[in-house]
């Protein structure tokens, strides 16, 4: 079983519609849980960060998460064209270790 | 501008011959970690550094070789390149080690033959 496992893509949605990207993970000690978006070729950047089980929205994205569960999630609402792109959910767990999903592929189709 | 950057950004070479990527930072973390990417799959930890002269392995670390003699350098070195370290190399620095975002540089793409 991997560390941190996200849904299979690829995702394609509509645009405006809502995208959700799911990830799970094995270790129970996980402090934060990252997503970030990554374009084809270029470097990850930050999309959203939770710590506290329950919800965190910022703009069109919320970020979910379920300790219990092991479970984090990213929603977009009202998705575009330029949210096309793999999103890689990212967990840190003990100090200094960083373990990322392969990644979801997301088409927003216009 | 607070960036994490990377050189050389592409590098071809053959097999064995030493090289090494640097990495700097100048936003002042104390944390820095180097990814591998390889096509289809996420970013796999190859060492990272919780401060200064403290360093440890990731999950990958077999052929690399890191040093942090300075705050804001993480140089990553391989010793004796081979093809199947042909990858897409990210450094990535942040505040800290346990809870925070990190920020990464644009990659070096290596390729050895």
């Known amino acids: 079983q991997k560390e941190v496992e996200q849904n299979s893509g690829p995702l394609s949605v509509p645009e405006g519609a809502i995208a959700s990207l799911n990830c799970t993970y094995s270790?129970?000690?996980?402090?934060?849980f990252f997503w970030y978006r990554q374009y084809s070729g270029k470097s990850p950047e930050l999309i959203m960060f939770?710590?506290?089980?329950g919800d965190k929205e910022d703009g069109r994205f919320t970020a979910q998460l379920n300790k219990a569960s092991q479970y984090v999630s990213l929603l977009i609402r009202d998705s575009q064209p330029s949210d096309s792109a793999t999103y890689l959910c990212?967990?840190?767990?003990?100090?200094?270790?960083?373990?990322f999903g392969d990644g979801t592929t997301l088409t927003v189709k216009p | 501008e607070a960036q994490v950057t990377q050189n050389p950004r592409y590098l071809i070479t053959v097999t064995g011959k030493k090289l090494t990527v640097t990495c700097s930072q100048n936003?002042?973390?104390?944390?820095m970690s180097w990814y591998r990417q390889d096509p289809g799959l996420g970013l796999r930890q190859i060492y990272y550094?919780?401060?200064?002269?403290?360093?440890d392995k990731g999950d990958v670390p077999e052929g690399y070789k890191v040093s942090r003699k300075e705050k804001r350098n993480f140089p990553l070195i391989l010793e004796s390149p081979s093809p199947n370290q042909t990858s897409l190399y990210f450094c990535?620095?942040?505040?800290?080690?346990?809870?925070?975002?990190?920020?990464f540089g644009p990659g070096t793409r290596l390729t050895v033959t």
């Open positions: 990535a620095s942040s505040l800290s080690g346990e809870i925070h975002e990190q920020y």
């Open positions: 270790d129970r000690g996980s402090q934060s």
């Open positions: 939770i710590y506290s089980n």
């Open positions: 990212a967990v840190r767990a003990y100090a200094g270790k960083s373990t």
């Open positions: 936003m002042n973390h104390e944390y």
């Open positions: 550094s919780m401060n200064v002269e403290v360093t």
